[in-house]
């Protein structure tokens, strides 16, 4: 993975001022490191040069849980340092007023099983103006939003 993340912090790094940004959920976070994922090629092609991404600090749980029950604690710290190199990364937190929002998308969403992610990523996206969403999660796209993995 430490390969993977010096060549994509030279690929975003070159980013053009003004690009529009991208959500990125858990799932597309593990199909472009796990190389057996099904849609890793996709993934693979779309964080060669990221436009500026926004993902939730309840992504980054997951994906280092994810990591960490799949593979080891390697593998879970590997993950965080990519996550720390990737730019432009900007991690939207999680505390009061973020539970308040969310939790108005559980509301809004009540006939789905939505995880807390899943709706604090729905209310990141609607309070950024977002829309389009680097995942594989049907969840996701819920209020409207174009999933990569559909283009």
């Known amino acids: 993975m430490a390969r993977k ?18 959500y990125v959920d858990t ?25 500026a991404l926004v993902t939730s600090s309840l992504v980054i749980a997951e994906g280092h849980g994810w990591f960490l029950r799949r593979y ?11 996550v720390e190199a ?14 308040v929002k969310s939790r108005q998308m559980l509301i809004a969403f009540s006939d789905q099983n939505l995880t807390l992610a899943d709706a604090h990523g729905l209310a990141v996206m609607k309070d950024r103006k977002i829309g389009t969403c680097w ?12 999933l990569a993995t559909t283009a």
Request: hydrophobic fraction near 40%.
């Open 27 to 51: 799932s597309g976070f593990i199909a472009f490191l796990d190389k057996s994922d099904s849609y890793h090629a996709v993934f693979d092609q779309l964080f060669a040069v990221p436009p």
């Open 86 to 99: 990737l730019k432009p990364l900007t991690v939207q937190g999680f505390d009061a007023p973020e539970l």
């Open 5 to 22: 993340t010096e060549h994509r912090r030279r690929a975003g790094a070159a980013n053009p001022a003004g690009r529009t940004e991208a």
């Open 135 to 146: 995942s594989t999660d049907r969840h996701l796209s819920l209020t409207g939003i174009k």
């Open 72 to 82: 080891d604690r390697h593998r879970a710290t590997e993950f965080l340092a990519f």
